[in-house]
């Protein structure tokens, strides 16, 4: 396999060749949970909230510099941001969509579809008159989240009708909860359905009702 360039595909745009690939990138990945205390625990439980949306991070290096010869004893080069303005403006609204471009970042197996987010400029080599020819641009992306695509994939769902359940050993109310509604916090609409003050006041053998949200 030959040389690739690294390249950004623009929406509605031209797509941009990156100069020089990138020596390293990094993707980084998460969740968020949040501690819920629970009525006669003694420590919190972690309970999911969402997914954090994927980030890619990276430094592109821009150089227009040309350095001195025999031929032409003075060194020179155009000035660096003609190229990297074309990165900037991908942090810009476009006038067609009312909003900045989705962007691809394409590297051989890479693909990461996007937007950018932030981009950090640092102009590290200068001509005498003063104009840049060598910067580093510090770019962030953060992937498009398809909701749509996220909600046929792992669809939410709530329940729509009232049930019933026994209580057996060990059951606890925000179990139930966190069973039948996805969050332990819903204990409290079970309690209050079945006119129960102390949510530790439940036996085996109850039937508990689990009302519809």
Same mark, same amino acid.
């Given at each position: =396999?030959?040389? %690739?360039?690294? =390249?950004?595909?623009?929406?509605?745009?031209? #797509?941009?060749?990156?100069?020089?690939?990138?020596?390293?990138?990094?993707?980084?990945?998460? %969740?968020?949970?949040?501690?819920?205390?629970?009525?006669?625990?003694?420590?919190?439980?972690?309970?999911?909230?969402?997914?954090?949306?994927?980030?890619?991070? =990276?430094?592109?290096?821009?150089? *227009?510099?040309? #350095?001195?010869?025999?031929?032409? #004893?003075?060194?020179?080069?155009? +000035?660096?941001?003609?190229?990297?303005?074309?990165? @900037?403006? $991908? *942090?810009?609204?476009?006038?067609?969509?009312?909003? !900045? /471009? =989705?962007?691809?970042?394409?590297?051989?197996? %890479?693909?990461?579809?996007?937007?950018?987010?932030?981009?950090?400029?640092?102009? *590290? &080599?200068?001509? !005498?008159?003063?104009?840049? %020819?060598?910067?580093?641009?510090?770019?962030?992306?953060?992937?498009?989240?398809?909701?749509?695509?996220?909600?046929? &994939?792992? /669809? $939410?769902?709530?329940? +729509?009708?009232?049930?019933?359940?026994?209580?057996?050993?060990?059951?606890?109310?925000?179990?139930?909860?966190?069973?039948?509604?996805?969050?332990?916090?819903?204990?409290?609409?079970?309690?209050?359905?079945?006119? @129960?003050?102390? #949510? $530790?006041?439940?036996? !085996?053998?109850?039937?508990?009702? $689990?009302?519809?949200?």
């Amino acid at each position: =396999m030959g040389f %690739v360039k690294a =390249m950004l595909l623009v929406e509605e745009g031209l #797509p941009i060749i990156i100069q020089f690939n990138p020596k390293e990138y990094s993707v980084s990945n998460g %969740v968020k949970y949040s501690e819920k205390s629970i009525p006669g625990q003694e420590g919190a439980i972690l309970q999911f909230v969402a997914g954090e949306t994927p980030t890619l991070t =990276m430094n592109l290096l821009f150089d *227009t510099y040309i #350095p001195p010869t025999m031929e032409i #004893p003075v060194e020179g080069g155009i +000035d660096v941001t003609l190229l990297t303005r074309q990165v @900037i403006a $991908l *942090t810009h609204i476009k006038g067609t969509l009312h909003r !900045p /471009p =989705m962007v691809t970042f394409l590297w051989g197996s %890479v693909t990461f579809k996007g937007v950018v987010t932030s981009v950090k400029q640092q102009f *590290t &080599m200068f001509l !005498p008159i003063g104009i840049p %020819v060598r910067a580093k641009l510090d770019v962030t992306f953060k992937s498009v989240n398809q909701t749509d695509f996220l909600r046929l &994939m792992t /669809p $939410l769902e709530s329940p +729509d009708r009232t049930k019933f359940r026994t209580i057996k050993e060990g059951d606890q109310l925000w179990r139930l909860a966190e069973a039948e509604y996805g969050s332990a916090d819903q204990w409290r609409v079970i309690a209050k359905a079945n006119g @129960i003050c102390n #949510p $530790l006041d439940i036996y !085996p053998g109850q039937v508990i009702k $689990l009302p519809a949200l």
